[in-house]
């Protein structure tokens, strides 16, 4: 059975006021962000077919030498499991947007390429989001406050990229 806690005591155990306003500050900014990231990829998805994980595969991709990837690295990318992985990448390959490709080196790995139609998807909606972003954040912002909003937000990142 819990003990009751003394009237004294209540002050000890429950954020002060300064803490609840950081608390709120954070819970708004966490909500916001990702109320907006579900509203600009929703808008994607209805603009190109591709839901976000789909999106985030292609584009990362994209951005690579040959536009391949091993199937193990695409999943640290999405931080998905491997499952979770080969999902998106069979829906991917059904659509004929990436195809999958045995290593030369190691029959264990399967890389995952891009198909011409992939890079085409995935150019046409990574300039569809381009372009909500700049209407939708970086305007209503302004571009030296977007600028520093990123650069602020990457310092706090505990794993940056290349780590």
Known sequence: MAEAVRPDESARICPDAGELVVLQQWRDLQTGVQRLTDSLYADLEALSGLTPSSFR???FLMTLPGQTAPMNRLSQALGFSTAGTTKVVDRL???G?????????DRRVIFTALTPEGMNSALAASRSLAKALRSRVIEPLGADVFTALVSAVHS???APEGC
């Open 57 to 59: 595969a292609l584009i």
């Open 97 to 105: 947007l990436v195809e999958r490709r045995p290593s030369g080196f």
């Open 156 to 158: 706090l990142d505990p």
């Open 93 to 95: 390959a059904d659509a």
